[in-house]
């Protein structure tokens, strides 16, 4: 049977288990289009941006736990997929792109859309590779998702030049399996167990796969037999938590509060997560925020069978049997008035529903969503792990591609919301039920406590134009509209908890502009 | 005076004659918003995404025939902005990004939103540099300057750490003049003058400051006297068109058109444009437009001095007062019914304001734009250069910017436009006078075109969920109202007439939505 080189790339991503494109082509990709076209069981998802295309993927893997493919169009493509893609990095999610190039004949006409695209893949990139012939395509997709899949998980980027894509090849690749997680080194496992043992102030850091539910039990387990504390970074996956799990603390934010919290730990053992440290310099701050004394032991990397380490550590304890202390179910009590973090905290806590997946990019409203959701209904929590602003709709977007019969709820600040809005078109034309509450503080509220960080007192007219974001107010309702989504504004706490309940209860995209004072 | 690495980055900008400054701050950057606040001498204008940065001031360099500053935050920030960086590079826009980065000494943490900041701006500058300390921003700056303006413009990035702009600097520097355009080879000059005394089929191919009006009557009056055709690239940074002045043919997009339109020219005679290929590669059609047997003479390369090189062949050819042809002011027959390109093209050019500023990212929809707007009234007309889609509603934010009293009229794919609608919330904030007409086809039109050049006749439903923009359509104007712009829809080009009408007498920012059948 003749095949293309795309063709033999559609067989390919399908073989190994990748069954859904999110995807913004170009003429480039013409032909990649097409295949696509022949296969109705890959599922083609259009962002109406690219930064919508990879942050969706970003989601559909952290929920689905496989990689997606994505669609890009050469460097511009790429690179306004960039941010997503570094969050996605950080994520360590699986995630294969493909990205259409120029034939590899035309690129020295240096025509108006040449452009360094494995440069602008790199920096984003755990995997680059560009195609040099048709016939190569099929085993470089094979390799790129294995690559994608090997853990904790990857960006690989493959880059299809349009005559690879358009020439013959000789048919699709076997998928390849990904190596095995490195295994457990024993003496970790015993010095951890010894620490545990000590009688002194220990701490647990979970990251990556010890935050999902079999883990976190372990995890449990080890701190109900050692008293130790478990703490997670400040910025996850995906973290599963509420009622009837095993609740971790999140490092703050704010560097003073979590050298605060950290202070008096001798020892923190790590599983699946590096050294925490500030999100940013400050003058006179420190850059780590563990104190000097603090062994850091990282009883597994990322790289690393997270579970089994957890057991091993569990087993050597001989915790196994251990109760694991778990979250108990307990809501706060209702709030009134105005839209504040900590009421809207409370609502959300009152309002989810069971098995419910949140996207948090609340950022400064949300400060409090960690403390007052603890006992809400078990969900799962996926947060932005790159600080590049602009992951909440997407990452709702392709969780629920994902989960299409599971609820989403994305809490959005408002600045952050403006950069990837065009994802509730997406929503809409894939009648997702995701219910999104914007937060509506109408400004970059962390900048302007950062110009205080920095000593300014007094805005002025410069400062204020680039932190302020009224004149105009963003109507976010009307935006919703614009691209097919219903919603409402509200401006009390019992109207916002009325708006999610009407939100929840349709199957379809829903948004909620909450006005905060 | 004291004064700190960011305080002496503002200073030195303005010592240069940088006064107006693109941003989308973040934590990184807050010392030198801090410094931007003393200087209300330079104006901030803020974007919701990076793409409205670094696409707008793209427009007001265009413009301004100056660079603007960008200010953006960390690799993420550049990615965002990196597509119309890619335009702008194309357009050989003078541009100087200021990307802030992690204090030196923070890097080595590797806090997620570490970067490769460098990495990520290599393939979208000409010249790349990170201050090493406080005590150089203020050097890196003046050479950041010289560099973004050194013919025939270029985009420079200083990459700022953040513990570069808080410690201490000794003061300002100086601006640096940029070398001159290289001088013009006489041979070169001589060879051309050969050509169009030869009685040969020859055509000027004139790019970049050749299309601006001064040079254009030179060529003018080297065609009045040799018979000389000229043409200009299929993408141009700005040409200066309409009644008065001389007119250029843009070498026509598809391919088969531009071949057909070339095929019996003997010699180009190039200022300031690169050989003409073709945008895109397709099987079994070739690269370059240009038939093989004609000679491509280089008379000025955009590093040269084109208006001497223009004037020197001008003079040697002795058509210093020849009378150049321009353009008669003639206007089509108003239309009527249904809003096709041709007929909305007509509805500009009857409707366009004198002086007006055009930015056209009309993409299919503007196919004829570039005839049946010959003989409309004097103005400038501003392309997507680099084909990264999503440069109209920046371009015009920033032309409005350098030019606050002309009318900017934005020609806008609906496709396209969907990349950077936030640009509106911009045009809102600064009050300008820009009408946005949206050319609503529903759908990626152009690719559907390349979709039947590969062959694929029958649209099957995944090409049709990448292609299509209906399910649901966009509502353009709810969209505009979001961001605070007011606006209409129209389905007849009367109605269309009408409200370019009603968005030109108003001197703020207007979005018509036209829906074509």
Redesign the interface.
Known sequence: MSMNGAQSLVKTLLRAGVDVCF??????E??F??A?????D?K???G??E?IVTGAADGYARMAGKPAAT?LH????L??G??NL??AK?ARTPLVNIVGD??T??GH?????T??VE??A???SDWVRSSKTSYRVAGDAAEAVAAARQAPGHIATLILP??CA?SAASGAADAIEPPHPLAVSADAVSAAVDWLRSGRKVALLLGDQALMSGNLELAGKISAVSGCELFAP??NRRIMRGAGRVAVERIAYPVDVALERLANFEAVLSFGA??P?????Y?DKP??VLPEACELLPVAGVRQDIAAALTAVCEALGAENAAPPVVEFALPEAPSGAITPDAAAAVVARVLPENAIVIDEAITSGRSLDRITRGAVAHDWLQI????I?CGFPLATGASVACPDRPVLGLQAD?SG??S??AL?TQ??EEQHVVTLIFANREYR??KG??R????TQ?????L???D?R??????????????VSGESVETVEDLAAALQRGFSEKRPYLIEAVMP
Do not use: K
Not at 36 to 40: M, S
Not at 385 to 388: H, I, K, S, V
């Open positions: 995807s913004n082509p170009g003429t480039s013409m032909h289009v097409a696509l076209d022949e296969h109705p890959m083609c998802v259009l109406l941006h930064t669609l050469l460097g511009p493509g690179g306004n960039l941010a570094h969050n950080r120029h034939a004949y035309h006409f240096d025509a108006p859309l452009s360094d440069g602008i790199g920096p984003v349009a005559d358009w400040t910025s590096d050294e440290v500030a999100f940013f310099a003058p850059s780590r792990t790159g600080g590049a602009g600045g403006a950069y809005l065009q078109w809409a034309r962390i900048l950062e110009m960080n920095v000593g300014v805005v002025g007219r410069n400062a134009s680039m932190l974001l004149r105009p107010n963003i109507g976010w309702v009307d935006l919703a509209r614009g691209f097919g």
